[in-house]
């Protein structure tokens, strides 16, 4: 996906998929993509495929404040939850009165409000019911010297259950730890009735200040884990559990979970420090393994088919490169994209890759080309938007995409799947690419 490298932009990719992959200007090249030829040779028939023990089948995603589900999206706003059915699309405030205003305390719409909330809050329906999670913290602070403080916060969730206009809402559960962000692409994961997410149970941080109070030195340990909270019972399990984990970079780790043929992918990462963990989790039976650690040269996770994990690195970002998880293989490039400033970043629909190889941006000239690879980097199909668009995820038989509007501004769209190639003509619109400015009122 289109991102210059002479003109980068800094946003975060961890935020938001598209802020690495669409900062680019102007036009590519029109070049295709090189698949790499090897000796090596693989038949995915004799191989253990991912998914055979597994039971998760995803339903639900939370992206950007957004949690898309096959039935509706809630949108949790800045202060409040919207929902909207997928046709039409029009949010509203999940609230039990048509006449209130939601900007009382009292209204059914409202986060849960405390003077220990984070911000963090976020929400879903399930079962005909409206679930909540939120998140807060207990902070203790304690002086270890006149120039030495530790602050140490301990994380918790509550879980609250409603009908689905937000009425009769109440507690169900309490658990130690909490989601790392719900701003985050790919912040949490909804399989099976299962909510799988990310983050801190536990945080200490040092910092030494001189003798007119100014920081000189910073120090952090976290407790964290990823988190399975079954939503027929409200149990939780805890998987990757780590304690007092030194942060080299004072902006910590990322959490982002996904779910491929079956199996639960937790990407644990903090690109500042330039280090990562990935996991891969049976849902069947409960086994959790490392499958990739970097304590440098961080790559980008891709995605995976079968036991197939797909990724590039920093300093190869026109390159995709593939590890066979099954075979134990060492990874090894598949295909590199010859375009000037592309990355290798797939879209994986159904067994394909599909990856951005020309593109233009010019004010009045958006377009997108997309070359559909098989798993081996085989060139299948090519497809050719005239709007500049990238895709995000699929839940249901839906495509979640976000496409350019002007200026750098990107909406959030939807397409079924089977419309992939008519997706110009036949996308809806969702809102804007942050679910939290739905929430437009002011209190």
């Not at 658990?175 to 701003?183: C, Q, T, V």
């Not at 409200?234 to 007092?244: K, L, S």
Request: proline share 3%; charged share 30%; aromatic share 12%.
């Amino acid at each position: 996906m289109g991102n210059r490298k002479t003109r980068k932009h800094g946003v975060s990719f961890a935020a938001l998929l598209l802020t690495l992959l669409l900062t680019g200007t102007g036009c590519g090249d029109g070049r295709q993509a090189d698949p790499v030829h090897t000796s090596q040779s693989e038949d995915p028939a004799h191989a253990p495929q991912a998914g055979e023990t597994g039971t998760a089948a995803k339903t639900g995603d939370l992206s950007s404040w957004y949690f898309f589900e096959e039935d509706g999206i809630v949108a949790n706003g800045e202060e409040r939850f919207l929902y909207s059915d997928w046709e039409p699309v029009e949010f509203d405030y999940i609230c039990m009165d048509p006449t209130c205003s939601h900007l009382d305390e009292g209204c059914s719409a409202r986060m849960v409000e405390d003077e220990k909330s984070m911000r963090k809050d976020f929400g879903l329906i399930y079962q005909d019911r409206l679930i909540l999670l939120h998140a807060y913290a207990e902070l203790t602070t304690n002086d270890l010297s006149e120039t030495v403080e530790e602050w140490s916060s301990v994380y918790q969730t509550d879980v609250y259950e409603a009908d689905p206009d937000g009425s009769n809402r109440r507690k169900v559960a309490t658990f130690p730890g909490s989601i790392d962000s719900s701003f985050m692409t790919y912040a949490a994961v909804l399989a099976d009735g299962k909510l799988w997410f990310g983050g801190p149970s536990k945080e200490l941080k040092r910092i030494e200040c001189d003798a007119q109070g100014m920081w000189q030195t910073f120090e952090l340990w976290i407790n964290d884990a990823i988190y399975c909270l079954d939503l027929n019972d409200y149990t939780v399990e805890t998987f990757a559990a780590t304690e007092d984990k030194e942060v080299k970079e004072e902006e910590g780790y990322q959490y982002q979970l996904y779910e491929f043929d079956g199996m639960i992918y937790g990407i644990i990462s903090n690109f500042q420090g330039d280090s990562a963990i990935w996991y891969r989790i049976d849902p069947g039976t409960g086994v959790c393994e490392e499958i990739l650690r970097f304590d440098s040269n961080v790559a980008r996770f891709g995605g995976a088919i079968g036991d197939k994990v797909y990724y590039f690195y920093e300093d190869a970002q026109e390159t995709l490169y593939v590890r066979d998880l099954a075979e134990g293989a060492e990874e090894r490039e598949i295909l590199t994209i010859t375009a000037e400033g592309m990355l290798a970043m797939p879209f994986v629909l159904d067994g394909r890759l599909l990856l951005i190889t020309d593109y233009c941006v010019e004010e009045g000239n958006h377009m997108a080309e997309y070359t559909v690879f098989d798993p081996e980097g085989k060139v299948l199909d090519t497809i050719r938007y005239d709007d500049y668009i990238n895709f995000l995820d699929v839940v249901g038989d839906k495509i979640i995409f976000y496409k350019l509007e002007s200026d750098f501004e990107y909406d959030t769209w939807w397409v079924k799947k089977e419309d992939l190639k008519d997706l110009s003509q036949k996308g809806v619109r969702i809102g804007p690419i942050n679910g939290v400015t739905l929430d437009t009122l002011e209190d």
